[in-house]
């Protein structure tokens, strides 16, 4: 693992009594997109959640195990360290500002981002060369816009600050089709300049087309992990996250009075 790459180390987090990640181990390296699979109450947003820094928020905490970035442990960083540090993440649920305006959105994204303003003037004109419409509708309130719109101005606001790692909690959820490939392709312009992507997604498909390498969360440990395609192919995947029925091992298995299939950990 080089420079700017992320390190995840038998993390372990709980809210309360609950325990909501157990032991989980992952890697982004440097200019990569890795993928997180699973289905409600796997713990993705927790994962993220635990590398921003913005678990006390939620009333959670780490437990055990360490997050680094760059070499650099993030254990005792405030959120606004990490965002300092190039680590900025996009929460679920496109959460703008829906009384500022759009500029003002994006101005917001820019507080305490290193640069300046001459940085500032640059990475708006990047976001609104990647998001056209927030240039249209920078007077316009946020919460005025399409869900699409919102979540442009969600990924735009984070691009203000520059991040090398962008953390992006189900980018896709909500969204029309047409408009969640659209937030792909950007997903994959922004990761073209360099910017490292830890993608949570619920829309296997999707995911596993951006990404290099994916993880899969049930119930809170990694049951699975390797190359994107070769998840892809995996038929525990397909079952699972894709929609692919396999015919043969259903009928079997309701010949034989069997239980559903239990998750097999991978290895690459």
């Known amino acids: 693992m080089g420079p700017g790459a992320l390190e995840v180390r038998s993390l372990s987090v709980g809210y309360g009594p609950v325990r909501a990640l157990r032991a989980v181990t992952l890697d982004v390296p440097a200019g990569s997109v890795v993928a997180v699979l699973g289905g409600n109450g796997a713990g993705k947003s927790t994962l993220l959640r635990a590398i921003s820094r913005t678990l006390g928020y939620h009333r959670g905490a780490v437990t055990s195990g360490t997050v680094s970035y760059g070499g650099r442990d993030l254990r005792g960083a405030s959120a606004a360290r990490v965002v300092a540090s190039g680590v900025v993440q996009v929460p679920e649920g496109r959460q703008v500002f829906a009384r500022m305006t759009v500029a003002d959105n994006l101005r917001a994204g820019a507080l305490g981002a290193p640069g300046g303003r001459a940085a500032a003037r640059e990475a708006l004109a990047r976001v609104h060369e990647l998001f056209p419409v927030l240039a249209d509708r920078a007077r316009q309130r ?106 043969t091992a259903a009928e079997d298995a309701g010949n034989a009075g069997a239980a559903a299939p239990t998750l097999r950990r991978w290895t690459a």
Do not use: C, F, K, W
């Not at 300049?193 to 290099?212: D, H, I, M």
């Not at 049951?223 to 995947?237: F, I, N, R």
């Open 142 to 247: 946020a919460g005025l816009l399409s869900g699409g719109e919102q979540q442009m101005l969600a990924l735009g606001r984070a691009l203000m600050a520059h991040p090398r790692l962008l953390l992006l909690d189900e980018p896709s959820l909500g969204l029309a089709p047409l408009m969640a490939a659209r937030i792909a392709e950007t997903v994959q312009q922004i990761n073209a300049t360099g910017t490292s992507v830890l993608l949570v997604e619920q829309n296997a498909a999707l995911a596993l087309r951006l990404a290099t390498t994916a993880y899969v969360l049930d119930v809170g440990e990694v049951a699975l992990h390797g190359p994107a395609a070769e998840l892809a192919t995996s038929d525990e995947v397909r079952r699972r996250y894709l929609g692919v029925v396999d015919e």
